[in-house]
């Protein structure tokens, strides 16, 4: 079901699925007349079709068609239920980006029986438990919700794994006149390390889905916003609570001693170092042998330990507050959204800068596309060039801190648009507009690239830049980059043309990585640390493999052009192009992100300044943070271990100090759903 689809986020749970014997679209189930019709909707607009029916012999049917920005989803679902409610028989067909949706499940004789994309299992059934999907229709979520509500207790098995609770969260009116209604919010665990939250009617039908990107029935799309709204003032009502219990003022100075130290400034790792921290600013930083402890201090022992800035994601769309615990709780006390939902982007700032939020510090750019098929969800859209100058300066009137331009945005409009956003001290990135090369881009004056393939679109073949709009921003590096000749004067020239302009690159090699290499099945290494710390639904979604591969290709090929990306990244590093690290992931990425950066050349210190120090100056905040010394912020974490010798001990995080206020990093991976440290 799509309540079990992705690794962490309902962001992402929402849009994955994976592969086995593809169903044609005119062969898919055809809804009646009489379904009930939910419109896939963002703030950028229509996504698609979602309906659920019952069919004249029982089955419980979906049916769902989505285009998201030239990715395709068309997948059915029919089922059966047996005598407890519970699916007894469950069928998916259809096609995703990754490939083929087939999957089935069957209860026969005490046994259940399943095969996915991903798996393959069996187990005994002695007592009702419901078959989390990995993937399938909106249908397929409303059945698991309705049984679950039904259940006395609220609470019901899952299979393969885990369980699942429901908590009712608030009330909201929708609707006029006749169509008026009084909904239910629930928040849905043991599904995600986040509580997901569901809308439910009256006799605790499902009702929609008001979550990035939201399954809303066809007469209600306009309540969508209200819905939001309500949505997150319920969600957050706790978390008050959580920021004053996570979170400990110092009485007075606290001193880090014998600690190996990263020195972000010098690129370099300190032995034996002593650092105090005192009114939230660093006051002292050398070694332990000649730092003076001021009297009373708190006191820290370092030893075996690495303490590190406060580490950055500058690519992260924040999908929930517990978004915000759980980047705490790898030391990322700094994060560039790159694009979300303004208003809730706004709710949360406001909320912790009252106290009511634990957030790191968070830098938004506000996420401009024309309007067409594949605008980008939660966009701000805009038809005319005048529109886009007016969404720039209403990210300058936001507080915002860059723009960020996509695919479908006219590139007619880019140079008045980035005119705009520099007079007004914006920092300008995005996508490249469908018909144009990156450096058409640069030259209208981009300050940044976003993702790896934008870099490496500047190499592909005109065929590729007049539908780069779509899934072939993916495909065409999938299928051309393993052939490109790095040393040859194009690709050459064009790194030497971004060093020159000093033209940051936030690569998100992770996403890529997961697009292109994984086979179904596989464990992807940005999660295999995290195994047996989330519920089993979740872990179950980091096998989900890439992208389907073209029928001419095959994922060897995907695999060699993933190859000369990682070759291209050290190419660039070396050629001095500033790397800012992000991961456009669930939250739990970065970590291999930098070790990613350490197979393409980066040494230990230089792929650490990457998530550090470098995203500091992207921003323009580094003469207060992104480095340890003194009269800066006190953002700080301390890690078990030796990230020089091993950089994934960043994992490891024990301590994390922001603006001084120390926080505990087991008490952060609690509070963000984890049972435990990563290995």
Do not use: C
Request: charged residues 20%; hydrophobic residues 40%; glycine residues 12%.
């Amino acid at each position: 079901m799509a309540l079990a689809r992705g690794a962490i986020g309902l962001g992402l749970w929402l849009l994955t699925g994976t592969a086995l014997a593809q169903v044609p679209k005119d062969q898919l189930a055809k809804p009646p007349a009489d379904a009930r019709h939910f419109v896939i909707l963002s703030t950028g607009g229509k996504h698609g079709d979602s309906w659920m029916w019952t069919a004249p012999d029982g089955a419980l049917m979906g049916r769902e068609s989505m285009v998201l920005r030239g990715q395709v989803w068309e997948i059915d679902s029919s089922g059966a239920a047996g005598k407890d409610g519970m699916p007894a028989r469950l069928d998916i067909r259809g096609v995703t980006p990754q490939g083929d949706a087939g999957e089935t499940f069957s209860v026969t004789g005490g046994n259940a029986q399943w095969k996915s994309q991903i798996d393959a299992g069996s187990a005994a059934y002695a007592k009702p438990a419901f078959y989390a999907s990995v993937g399938g229709p909106m249908a397929i979520n409303a059945w698991f919700v309705e049984r679950l509500l039904a259940s006395s207790n609220k609470a019901m098995d899952l299979l393969p794994g885990g369980r699942a609770t429901a908590e009712k969260m608030t009330t909201l009116d929708v609707g006029e006149g006749a169509s008026r209604q009084t909904i239910t919010l629930w928040a849905i665990y043991g599904i995600s390390n986040s509580p997901l939250p569901i809308w439910t009617d009256a006799q605790n039908r499902f009702f929609g889905v008001t979550f990035v990107i939201g399954w809303l029935p066809e007469a209600y799309t306009s309540e969508m916003p209200k819905m939001e709204a309500a949505q997150s003032a319920a969600m957050a009502a706790r978390m008050p609570a959580l920021a004053q219990s996570l979170v400990t003022v110092p009485a007075g100075p606290v001193a880090f001693t014998h600690v190996k130290l990263f020195d972000a400034d010098g690129l370099k790792f300190l032995p034996d170092q002593s650092v105090v921290v005192a009114n939230g600013k660093i006051a002292a930083v050398g070694p332990a042998a000649s730092v003076k402890l001021p009297a009373g201090a708190k006191v820290i022992d370092g030893k075996g330990k690495t303490l590190v800035p406060g580490m950055w994601d500058v690519h992260m769309h924040i999908g929930d507050d517990y978004t915000l615990l759980q980047e705490l709780s790898l030391g990322i006390t700094s994060i560039r959204d790159p694009g979300n939902n303004d208003k809730l982007t706004i709710d949360r700032r406001t909320r912790a800068a009252a106290g009511k939020l634990l957030s790191p510090h968070v830098y938004p750019s506000s996420l401009i596309d024309g309007k067409g098929p594949n605008t980008a969800q939660v966009a701000n859209v805009a038809t005319s060039q005048d529109e886009a100058i007016g969404w720039v300066r209403k990210a300058k009137e936001n507080g915002f801190t860059g723009v960020k331009f996509y695919g479908t945005f006219n590139p007619a409009w880019l140079k008045a648009s980035i005119d705009e956003a520099h007079k007004l001290g914006l920092h300008v990135h995005g996508h490249v507009p469908q018909g144009i090369r990156p450096l058409d881009a640069v030259n209208a004056g981009y300050d940044e690239l976003t993702h790896i393939n934008w870099i490496v679109m500047q190499g592909m073949p005109d065929s590729v830049i007049q539908t780069s709009n779509g899934i072939m921003r993916f495909e065409g590096p999938g299928r051309y980059a393993k052939d490109l000749n790095l040393d040859g004067p194009e690709m050459s020239g064009w790194v030497k043309t971004l060093a020159d302009r000093h033209i940051y690159s936030d690569p998100t090699m992770v996403a890529f990585e997961s697009l292109y290499v994984p086979e179904n099945g596989d464990l992807s290494p940005s999660y295999a640390p995290f195994v047996g710390t989330l519920p089993p639904v979740t872990e179950r979604g980091f096998r989900s493999g890439g992208f389907q591969v073209p029928k001419d290709l095959t994922r060897a090929d995907y695999r060699k052009s993933w190859a000369k990306m990682v070759d291209l990244l050290g190419r660039m590093h070396k050629a001095g192009v500033p790397i800012a690290a992000g991961t456009d992931g669930n939250g739990i990425e970065i970590i291999h992100e930098l070790e990613i950066y350490r197979e393409a050349g980066f040494t230990p210190a230089e792929a650490l300044a990457a998530a550090t120090i470098v995203p500091a100056r992207l921003v323009g905040v580094d003469k207060t943070t992104g480095s340890i010394a003194v009269g800066k912020t006190a953002d700080l974490v301390l890690v078990e271990g030796d990230p020089e010798a091993r950089i994934g001990d960043l994992r490891q995080t024990r301590m994390v100090v922001m603006d001084g206020k120390l926080m505990d990093a087991d008490a952060l991976r609690k509070a963000a759903g984890y049972s435990g440290r990563p290995k």
